[in-house]
């Protein structure tokens, strides 16, 4: 495991922030199985935590009008860090209001942090895409390994259901290739029940 400070990188036209590798899931599918790096970049194995000034001085060292979206997403789930990713977000907006701001997220904050995270995000993040990646808790634990057990699959449904109050749009994400046709009509069901959004995407291999 190759490590580095590599906190933000670049994806097709995207900027995405890496500012944590702790994560409560072990995802089957989860594309720090395959290698140090994604889609060419450097290795996002974190030697430590960035600060909220090194996040900062990362995301501005790039021209920002070059992007038409900030994500935080890389190698571990970025909510365990929710008040530096809200802080950090915020003064971005600060100097760049038309910039638009996702969090990638497995969906268990309250769970993580131990209290009701929702509110959080307003004002913060324009998207919040949430992995759902299943239809059932048992299916969901079996794929994600979550360290809370099959509680986690409740407790993403309710931060769902919840953050889409202070957030403009909510998407809960599936990998497709881990569905059947019936899964994925039921975590559509999902989505209509929740008023939110299904976006299916595709399963990363492995580099040879």
């Keep these: 495991m190759k490590k580095s400070m590599?906190?933000?990188?670049?994806?097709?036209?995207?900027?995405?922030?890496n500012i944590t590798n702790r994560c409560s899931n072990r995802c089957e599918f989860c594309i720090?199985?395959?290698?140090?790096?994604a889609y060419g970049s450097?290795?996002?194995?974190?030697?430590?935590?960035?600060?909220?000034e090194e996040?900062?001085?990362?995301?501005?060292?790039h021209d920002l009008f070059a992007f038409p979206e900030?994500?935080?997403?890389?190698y571990g789930e970025p909510s365990y860090r929710l008040d530096e990713a809200v802080y950090v977000a915020r003064k971005v907006?600060?100097?760049?209001?038309?910039?638009k701001i996702r969090i990638n997220t497995n969906g268990q904050s309250d769970l993580i942090l131990g209290r009701n995270t929702a509110p959080d995000y307003e004002g913060a993040f324009d998207v919040v895409s949430v992995s759902l990646?299943?239809?059932?808790?048992?299916?969901?634990q079996q794929i994600c390994h979550s360290i809370y057990g099959e509680a986690a699959f409740d407790a993403v449904l309710r931060y769902a259901g919840e953050v889409k109050n202070?957030?403009?749009?909510?998407?809960?994400s599936a990998v497709k290739e881990t569905l059947n046709s019936e899964e994925i009509e039921q975590c559509k069901r999902i989505c209509n029940d929740l008023g939110v959004t299904l976006r299916l995407r595709d399963y990363i291999p492995p580099e040879s």
């Design 6 to 17: 590599t906190i933000t990188y670049i994806v097709e036209d995207k900027l995405y922030v």
């Design 32 to 37: 720090r199985n395959n290698g140090d790096g």
């Design 42 to 52: 450097d290795s996002l194995w974190l030697e430590r935590e960035p600060t909220r």
């Design 55 to 61: 996040i900062l001085d990362s995301i501005f060292s």
């Design 70 to 74: 900030l994500v935080f997403c890389g």
């Design 93 to 99: 907006k600060e100097q760049h209001p038309g910039m």
């Design 133 to 140: 990646n299943t239809s059932s808790r048992e299916r969901y």
């Design 166 to 172: 202070y957030i403009p749009t909510v998407l809960l």
